[in-house]
């Protein structure tokens, strides 16, 4: 069993830069990799990052070069660095696990993400 909260969101400009947090509890040796989703309104939940254990990184389309993820083993988290951030990027955002044999781990709450000027 794998939990995890996220924060770091808020309000910022076009442009702007913010770092979200996620972190993980429970059975950490399971992880084989952490995720990144958002999800805006009227619009299907997005896989924006991933990160494995190995280090191996996955980014979508829309947030290469832009968005890094990161992880801090010792404060079991993992980070989303999101700069030049767009308008189209506003969206709740949730962390998520990749567990052994395919599992997933739980949902939080997700951290709100909103670009505005």
């Known amino acids: 069993q794998v939990q995890v909260v996220e924060s770091g969101g808020g309000l910022v400009q076009p442009g702007g830069s913010l770092r979200l947090s996620c972190t993980a509890s429970g059975s950490i040796f399971t992880i084989d990799a952490m995720r990144w989703f958002r999800q805006a309104p009227g619009k299907q939940r997005e896989l924006v990052a991933t990160?494995?254990?190995?280090?191996?990184?996955y980014y979508a389309d829309s947030v290469k070069g832009r968005f890094t993820i990161s992880r801090d083993d010792a404060k079991n988290t993992v980070y989303l660095q999101m700069n030049s951030l767009k308008s189209e990027d506003t969206a709740a955002y949730y962390c998520n696990a990749d567990l052994r044999y395919g599992l997933g781990g739980s949902w939080g709450q997700g951290t709100q993400v909103t670009v505005s000027s």
């Open positions: 990160l494995n254990t190995d280090g191996n990184t």
